[in-house]
């Protein structure tokens, strides 16, 4: 018996030193490289609330497909009329310092355009919500310094709390503080601080399941708490690593002529 108190104390304090040599950087790595399907389809409700309380409704389709070296996604609106047809579509390179590439397509202007992955473009309002194009994307890992602040809960989730600082400093939230599961390294919330330091926004995960292995959120609400408005991502009908998805359907082409359904 004593034998094996012994032995459970050495793997317990071999877990602990585990645990307090992990730095921020390396917590943030592990939920970069959580594993994730080689594709994926859903629907989503999207609801954009105003500060006067006011919701707006968008129904969207949202694709992905894992090349290896590039991610390609593609959200197209889908209701009501007067947005049906946007789209978004997005490279996410694996290539560290290579920025992605990102078009946006708008039927009632009947072009499409180029969004820069940096600067203040980048952090304009994704279609009217209070998510910015580069929320939509994946950061670059090397553009951040990063501090290990401690733990906390969240949801009752016990999480690492990973403070993020823009290398650059040019970056409207140049801060944001990310919320890390400690069992399975998934992001469960994230608050963005403003150049003056300030709370700005606040980004919460919930509704978590899992599908084919993976663990989903399926709701996404970002709160600005500075304005008192707010944008919520509800998905639905999930699907991952189905075969059926047409690599054509990740071009601009298919944006420009209506092709994602």
């Not at 399975?184 to 606040?202: A, G, M, N, S, T």
């Amino acid at each position: 018996m004593k034998k094996t108190f012994t032995t459970l104390s050495v793997l317990l304090l071999a877990g602990a030193l585990y645990a307090q040599s992990l730095t921020g950087y390396d917590i943030m790595k592990k939920a970069d490289e959580v594993a994730e399907p080689k594709t994926s389809s859903s629907t989503a409700t999207l609801t954009i609330h105003s500060k006067k309380g006011s919701d707006r409704i968008r129904e969207v389709i949202m694709k992905s497909k894992d090349y290896g070296d590039v991610e390609k996604s593609v959200i197209v609106f889908t209701t009501p009329k007067d947005v049906a047809g946007t789209g978004y579509l997005t490279f996410d390179y694996e290539e560290e310092d290579k920025d992605s590439d990102n078009w946006l397509y708008m039927p009632a202007m009947k072009k499409t355009r180029r969004i820069a992955s940096s600067g203040s473009e980048s952090e304009g309002s994704f279609m009217g919500t209070d998510f910015t194009y580069q929320d939509m994307g994946d950061r670059s890992l090397n553009k951040y310094d990063y501090n290990l602040l401690g733990e906390a809960d969240v949801d009752g989730v016990a999480c690492y709390k990973v403070e993020c600082i823009s290398k650059a400093h040019t970056e409207k939230d140049p801060r944001y503080i990310s919320y890390i599961g400690k069992a399975d390294y998934i992001l469960r919330k994230c608050e963005f601080y403003d150049r003056q330091d300030q709370l700005h926004r606040v980004l919460t995960c919930t509704n978590f399941t899992t599908i084919k292995g993976f663990t989903t959120a399926q709701v996404m609400k970002m709160e600005n708490v500075q304005s008192g408005t707010w944008s919520l991502i509800e998905s639905k009908n999930i699907a991952y690593d189905e075969d059926d998805i047409d690599d054509s359907l990740f071009t601009v082409a298919a944006l420009e002529k209506g092709r994602i359904r």
